[in-house]
């Protein structure tokens, strides 16, 4: 950033001087920020629920460790003033509510639960228990600092629900649900299952090819 115009951080540039993109870049940037000052942060993949009401849309936040509180914070680095305003988003976007971003996990147990309607968690056309199945592996890798996009696709992912691995999901969706507390256990998961661990080549699904991870 600073190569490219020297001006303080959050200086508004020129549409021409900005860099283009998605939620997933602004919390990974966010969270080498926060990391660069000592404090411990790391990426979430979910769903947002702060965008429309009643629908949860694929998102990535960052969650960090407040020290004074003892609580890990979630904080949503994207939005800006005028999104604020296209959108309605009212909550506090430092200390996002866990009602209002789901962590991939809890969304999958909501659902498997019967309280939510998966229909109701994706993006664009994409939507359903594939959806969210797909999102609870990409928190298992960042989790484990491989902070992929969120179009890439590998291993145990899939686009229809009847070739879920549900017993994998759920053992999954309970190890993100608090990842300090069984962090060797979701560590050795990522390890060794070739489902879940970030191969040297990827699927991008926006560009249709393989791409080096």
Request: glycine content about 6%; proline content about 5%; aromatic content about 10%.
């Amino acid at each position: 950033i600073a190569a490219h115009d020297p001006k303080h951080p959050l200086a508004a540039r020129p549409p021409g001087q900005r860099t283009v993109g998605v939620c997933r870049h602004f919390t990974l940037l966010h969270v080498a920020m926060l990391r660069a000052q000592g404090v411990a942060a790391r990426a979430r993949c979910g769903f947002g629920g702060h965008f429309e009401k009643g629908k949860y849309y694929d998102h990535w936040v960052t969650e960090y460790w407040n020290e004074a509180q003892r609580r890990w914070i979630l904080v949503d680095p994207q939005v800006d003033e005028r999104q604020r305003e296209v959108f309605g988003i009212t909550i506090d976007l430092m200390d996002v509510p866990r009602d209002q971003f789901l962590v991939a996990g809890d969304a999958w147990q909501l659902c498997r639960a019967g309280k939510a309607d998966p229909q109701d968690f994706g993006i664009l056309d994409m939507h359903g228990l594939w959806f969210i199945a797909s999102n609870v592996i990409r928190d298992v890798a960042a989790v484990n600092n491989h902070e992929m996009l969120p179009w890439d696709v590998w291993g145990g992912m899939t686009l229809v629900d009847k070739d879920i691995d549900l017993a994998l999901i759920d053992r999954l969706a309970t190890l993100t649900h608090d990842p300090d507390a069984r962090f060797d256990e979701l560590r050795a998961a990522y390890e060794v299952d070739p489902r879940l661990r970030v191969p040297a080549t990827v699927f991008n699904a926006v560009l249709n090819r393989a791409e080096a991870a």
